[in-house]
């Protein structure tokens, strides 16, 4: 007898068995498939009704997460929560914000009198396109924005000369007399000041400009892939921009041309060093138009495309370096 008959005759045996004894049972069985049904009723319930609050939290197009079960709100609806309201930190107060679809940096500071600049600085904001939904932002009464002190040799007066702010309101936010020695390391609060023209660019994502101003597409991102060439997982340190052999390759940013050369991963290659701690390197050239201690700016063209090195067609290879560490090309040009 196969398996599939002998399991068919006993399940046939068992059938004829139970359904005696089931005739007793049926009364009880009804009473649990009514509590089933209703159940089940209860589900589908729960189930649209968790479907149609979670259309209200996906499908925004702008990514960004929902905290689950947070309360709906109307976009009208200004969500303050006066947390921490009466925690005085050094003469300023915070409340915080969350952050909902379709905030800007720019709308958020308008509504609670104070600058963009202060958001970025007080929450540490790394870029402005990535404003998360449902995080909390920390709100201070001032406008104004954070500052480590650098050096112990800083004084509340070099630093407002610097900012261009009232030496005697930072003492005063600070809770400092106007001769305090400062500490390296030690936070302080400018009040009224602007970020500096670098930290702005770099949160905004218009440091850089892109190399190639000829047409191209991106053929490999920043991180890991699987490498082109052996097919294992690899850490890809640029961006490769894929265009026609010969386009004019020009400098990311304004610097001086460090070093020139061959090399047999990137081929015929440049670095430019920049300020704020960037380095830029362009890769896989066929030929190179400057030479080292050259001054470059946006316009300058510094080499050509081409497919030099390990290289498996005509592109550009991208890297960008802040302090010595690679950094996502794509976060720093518009
Ligand atoms: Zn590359």
Redesign the pocket.
């Known amino acids: 007898m196969f398996f599939e008959d002998y399991c068919f005759s006993r399940f046939m045996d068992d059938l004829k068995y139970y359904s005696k004894r089931a005739v007793k049972k049926l009364t009880d069985i009804k009473t649990i498939e009514c509590t089933a049904v209703a159940l089940a009723a209860c589900s589908v319930v729960l189930a649209f009704g968790l479907i149609f609050t979670s259309k209200e939290e996906v499908g925004n197009g702008q990514g960004g997460f929902e905290t689950p079960g947070y309360p709906a709100v109307t976009d009208s609806q200004v969500e303050v929560e006066a947390v921490n309201t009466d925690e005085y930190v050094s003469g300023i107060s915070y409340q915080s914000y969350r952050v909902r679809r379709g905030d800007m940096i720019g709308i958020i500071a308008e509504n609670f009198g104070i600058t963009e600049d202060t958001i970025i600085s007080v929450n540490n904001i790394r870029s402005s396109r990535l404003l998360q939904i449902g995080t909390y932002l920390k709100i201070p009464s001032i406008p104004g924005i954070l500052y480590t002190v650098k050096s112990d040799s800083e004084t509340t007066e070099s630093i407002s000369k610097k900012y261009e702010i009232d030496n005697a309101k930072l003492c005063a936010v600070n809770r400092l007399d106007s001769d305090a020695s400062l500490k390296a390391g030690s936070m302080l609060f400018l009040p009224e000041a602007k970020l500096d023209r670098v930290t702005r660019q770099e949160i905004n994502g218009d440091l850089f400009k892109k190399p190639i101003h000829a047409r191209w597409y991106l053929s490999?991102r920043f991180g890991w892939r699987s490498s082109p060439f052996t097919g294992a997982r690899s850490y890809?340190?640029?961006?490769?921009m894929a265009c026609s052999p010969g386009t004019n390759i020009f400098a990311a940013m304004p610097g001086v041309v460090t070093s020139t050369g061959y090399n047999n991963v990137y081929g015929n290659y440049v670095i430019v060093s920049h300020h704020g701690g960037y380095k830029t390197l362009y890769?896989?050239m066929s030929a190179i138009t400057t030479k080292p201690g050259r001054v470059v700016s946006f316009d300058s063209v510094i080499g050509k495309v081409g497919s030099t090195g390990m290289?498996t067609g005509p592109?550009l290879?991208?890297?960008v370096f802040k302090n010595g560490k690679q950094v996502n090309p794509q976060n720093l040009w518009n």
């Open positions: 490999s890809h340190s640029g961006v490769d890769g896989h290289s592109h290879h991208f890297t």
